[in-house]
């Protein structure tokens, strides 16, 4: 409440004309708080509940969710990242605009010199032949990362020897001290398997240094467990890969089938250890493949582009913003 209180305040003493918040609890109050009513009030709900605090799949997905409706309706319009979240929102009083997911296409399409993607490489003791697969992400066990490293263990042992797995995250930064044991589990995971030296773990990086790996890697991994309301939620990352040239394998889950097709836009695999095995596998493959691969990263590109960040400002936020003023 403190929080809320001393951010009230700061509101009072700015007076603008439109506060833009990005949802999270008791996000309903502020408005209550501010005694100037002058400004226009727009809540950004970017997610579902996914996530326990203790980094298990959310069991009450339904009720946090009516909580959030609750707080919505005190806001004079409301922004939703996609149609669920939009139905979560209904019925409303507000007005829901929809915004998409988003990057930042300068930073993930910077062209990098070779010289200096090896550099980058030799820090990670990777070779110019070596072919690297990205993870990018959380490493909550409710992402079920481990079962990624398996399924990348079954890709080593079917003969693609010279390939190496980038594990780029840690866990949320209210979490962090969980982060140690989350990642010491993980490597022994990688000793189990017999592949510890195949696999590189950054930890938790800022957005940028993490952005600037993606730059050394060959193919994108995201995986989202089927059942959770993992599979309803659009994962940044896929767009990032798709949107820095990197070949994306993703299973066939709701919220990435929507973006990859499978063999157009990047390679669209099972749910099951195995079948991930094999959707590395094949993008490995398409590697092998320079035109198959450029073919498919520029189709990739064409059907994301319009998710840069800037696009998103321009056609979906000021319009809104100019509606909500008048």
Avoid at 65 to 87: C, G, V
Avoid at 212 to 235: C, I, N
Wanted: hydrophobic fraction near 40%; include cysteine; charge should be positive.
């Amino acid at each position: 409440m403190q929080f809320l209180t001393q951010l009230a305040a700061k509101l009072e003493e700015a007076n603008p004309d439109i506060v833009h918040v990005f949802h999270f609890r008791w996000a309903g109050l502020l408005p209550l708080l501010v005694r100037k009513r002058k400004a226009k009030w727009i809540l950004d709900v970017r997610t579902i509940h996914v996530e326990n605090k203790r980094l298990q799949p959310e069991r009450h997905v339904l009720f946090k969710t009516r909580l959030t409706w609750m707080e919505s309706q005190l806001y004079d319009h409301i922004f939703a990242l996609t149609p669920t979240i939009k139905k979560y929102l209904e019925p409303s009083i507000r007005p829901i605009s929809l915004v998409p997911l988003g990057a930042s296409a300068s930073r993930l399409r910077k062209r990098v010199t070779p010289e200096e993607r090896q550099r980058r490489r030799n820090e990670l003791g990777l070779s110019e032949e070596a072919k690297v697969l990205l993870y990018s992400g959380s490493l909550s066990p409710s992402r079920r990362v481990d079962l990624l490293i398996r399924a990348f263990a079954e890709v080593v042992k079917n003969g693609f020897s010279n390939t190496f797995l980038l594990i780029v995250g840690g866990v949320r930064s209210t979490d962090s001290d969980k982060e140690i044991p989350i990642i010491t589990d993980l490597k022994n995971l990688c000793i189990e398997l017999g592949i510890r030296d195949r696999v590189h773990f950054t930890g938790w990086l800022p957005y940028t240094q993490a952005l600037e790996l993606y730059h050394l890697a060959d193919v994108g991994v995201v995986f989202l467990p089927k059942g959770t309301p993992y599979e309803l939620q659009p994962p940044t990352k896929l767009i990032e890969y798709m949107m820095a040239g990197l070949l994306a394998v993703g299973n066939d889950v709701f919220a990435i089938s929507q973006y990859i097709e499978d063999g157009n836009t990047g390679v669209l695999c099972g749910n099951s250890l195995d079948e991930l095995a094999n959707g590395m596998a094949r993008a490995l493959q398409i590697t092998e493949h320079p035109e198959w691969l450029e073919k498919i990263k520029r189709t990739a590109y064409a059907q994301v582009q319009e998710f840069d960040w800037g696009n998103i400002v321009k056609n979906y936020v000021l319009p809104t913003y100019l509606q909500v003023l008048r």
